[in-house]
C-alpha cells in the first residue's frame, strides 16, 4: 500500500496510518478532531457503519450511515480495508479513500477498534502507528459517556461492561495516552504524529536530498 507525497520540508516521504482506539468515552472523537484541525497533511477516514446516527452526528462527516445490506455489499466487494463488528454494529474503513489519501502524500487517521488496528497492521504494518487512549479512572470514563448525553442508560452500561475487554488490547499499541486532560492528551499525540513523520525510512527522499547537498558542499 501508499504512497509517495511531501513532508513539510520538502523532502518526499512515506504517508503513515495513523490509529487512535482506546475503550469507549475515552475521549478518541475529541483528539481526533483537534488533530484534523490542527495537524495539516492528516484526514480523517470516515468509516462506514450500520449503527444509528446520534444527534449531532452528520452523514459523510462522522461516518457513511448504512443499512445492513449495504454493509454486506460492501464487504462482498471487497470495499473495505478492514471491518468489525462492535456493539452489535458493523463498522468499517472504506479503502478507496484511503488509499487516494495515501498516494496524494496525506497521512490517514483512524479511529478504529482493536479488531480494525490488527487487521490494518497485518496489510501494512510499516506503515501503521497506533496509539492507545486510556481513561483516568474508571469513574472519569462513566462521567465522560454521560455527560456526551448521547447514549441511553442502558447503551452506557453496555459500554461500561465492554470497555475491560477493549483495555485489555492495550499492549499491542506502538504508544500509549492516558487522557487526563485533553489539551495534555492532544499535545501527546501531536508529538507522537510529529516524531513520527520524521522517522528515517519513512522519508524515502532523503538519499536524493543528502546527494543534492553534498553536490553543493562539493560544487
Ligand atoms: N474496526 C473498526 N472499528 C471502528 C470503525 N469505526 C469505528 N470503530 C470503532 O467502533 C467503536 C464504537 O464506535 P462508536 O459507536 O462511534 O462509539 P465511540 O466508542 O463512542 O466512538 C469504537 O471503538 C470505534 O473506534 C471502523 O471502521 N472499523
Ligand atoms: N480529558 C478530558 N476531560 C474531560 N472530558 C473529556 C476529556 N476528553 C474527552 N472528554 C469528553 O468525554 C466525552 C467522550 O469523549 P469522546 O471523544 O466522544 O470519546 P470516544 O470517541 O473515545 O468515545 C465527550 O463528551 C468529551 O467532550
Known amino acids: 500500500m501508499t504512497i509517495g507525497g511531501h513532508g513539510t520540508d520538502g523532502v518526499e516521504r512515506r504517508g503513515l496510518m495513523f490509529v487512535l482506539s482506546s475503550p469507549s468515552g475515552a475521549g478518541k472523537t475529541t483528539l481526533s478532531r483537534m488533530l484534523i484541525d490542527r495537524m495539516p497533511g492528516l484526514r480523517m477516514s470516515v468509516s462506514a457503519t450500520t449503527r444509528a446516527m446520534r444527534p449531532g452526528e452528520v452523514d459523510g462527516r ?14 462482498k466487494a471487497d470495499q473495505l480495508l478492514e471491518w468489525a463488528t462492535v456493539f452489535d454494529n458493523s463498522y468499517g474503513t472504506p479503502r478507496a479513500p484511503v488509499e487516494a489519501a495515501l498516494s496524494a502524500g496525506q497521512d490517514v487517521l483512524f479511529d478504529i477498534d482493536w479488531q480494525g488496528t490488527q487487521q490494518l497492521r497485518e ?16 469513574a472519569d ?14 447503551v452506557i452500561r453496555k459500554r461500561m461492561s465492554r470497555a475491560s475487554h ?43 536530498f543528502v546527494r543534492g547537498l553534498q553536490g553543493q558542499l562539493q560544487g
Not at 62 to 75: L, Q
Not at 146 to 154: I, P, V
Not at 177 to 205: C, M, P
Open 62 to 75: 462522522d461516518y457513511s450511515f448504512v443499512d445492513k445490506a449495504t454493509f454486506g455489499a460492501m464487504v
Open 123 to 138: 496489510k501494512a504494518r510499516a506503515d501503521v502507528v497506533s496509539v492507545f487512549i486510556l481513561p483516568p479512572s474508571a
Open 141 to 154: 470514563l462513566e462521567k465522560r459517556l454521560h455527560s456526551r448525553a448521547q447514549d441511553s442508560d442502558e
Open 166 to 208: 477493549e483495555m485489555s488490547h492495550w499492549a499491542e499499541y506502538d504508544y500509549i495516552v492516558i487522557n487526563h486532560d485533553v489539551d495534555e492528551a492532544f499535545a501527546e499525540v501531536q508529538s507522537i504524529l510529529k516524531a513520527e513523520r520524521l522517522k528515517r525510512e519513512r522519508q524515502t527522499g532523503l538519499v536524493g
